[in-house]
T-cell receptor
Framework: ENQVEHSPHFLGPQQGDVASMSCTYS??????LQWYRQNTGMGPKHLLS???AGYEKQKGRLNATLLKNGSSLYITAVQPEDSATYFC???????????FGAGTRLFVKA | DTEVTQTPKHLVMGMTNKKSLKCEQH?????MYWYKQKAKKPPELMFV???????INESVPSRFSPECPNSSLLNLHLHALQPEDSALYLC??????????????FGPGTRLTVL
């Protein structure tokens, strides 16, 4: 129940491409899901939160969808500065307990 | 001010030392978190404080002792650590209302090395 799986583990698109990544989880009580980005040597930075299945959210070049047991994140027109590790995180029962997936490492080739 | 600050940035300690990590935020957040992150791994939740009271302890060994002296400060006291405790220790804060509590703001972390 506490596992969050990412796919792929590594992504290496060319500059200007669309980067697509996803996470899946099994959960008996769903609360909400967030995407975070972490650059090397820094703490994670919150990108998006989503609250119910079927939900879609867009923020700049980021587009995320929430399914019953997973989420997809798309980054359009990727730039080298988008290179980072992207984590999906879900809230467990009780709200504050946040479980991060292993992440997708994105490296954008110039 | 949307920043979470952590001190020190780096810490090297022996297994018999006692040290403390400090975290501060001035966003009015009433939930504060400690995470441990090993290289190339996701952050793992250790402790959560809500309104200055310990809300979650993820079965963390007693050699890690958290403290929340007020709504802006969070400490992690370290004693008799093991080399496997070497990691990046991240502090985060968030609101506690139902819609936004999981938008966590993270500090840059303290890189801890235990010799």
């Amino acid at each position: 129940e506490n596992q969050v799986e990412h796919s792929p583990h590594f992504l290496g698109p060319q500059q200007g491409d669309v980067a697509s990544m996803s996470c899946t989880y099994s959960v008996s009580r769903f609360n909400n899901l967030q995407w975070y980005r972490q650059n090397t040597g820094m703490g994670p930075k919150h990108l998006l939160s989503m609250y119910s299945a079927g939900y879609e959210k867009q923020k700049g070049r980021l587009n995320a969808t929430l399914l019953k047991n997973g989420s997809s994140l798309y980054i359009t027109a990727v730039q080298p500065e988008d290179s980072a590790t992207y984590f999906c995180a879900r809230a467990g029962a009780g709200g504050f307990k946040t479980i991060f997936g292993a992440g997708t490492r994105l490296f954008v080739k110039a | 001010d949307t920043e979470v600050t952590q001190t020190p940035k780096h810490l090297v300690m022996g297994m018999t030392n006692k040290k403390s990590l400090k975290c501060e935020q001035h966003m009015g957040h009433r939930a504060m978190y400690w995470y441990k992150q090993k290289a190339k791994k996701p952050p793992e939740l250790m402790f959560v404080y809500s309104y200055e009271k310990l809300s979650i302890n993820e079965s963390v060994p007693s050699r890690f002792s958290p403290e929340c002296p007020n709504s802006s400060l969070l400490n992690l006291h370290l004693h008799a650590l093991q080399p496997e405790d070497s990691a990046l220790y991240l502090c985060a804060s968030s609101q506690v209302d139902l819609l936004t509590y999981n938008e966590q703001f993270f500090g840059p972390g303290t890189r801890l090395t235990v010799l």
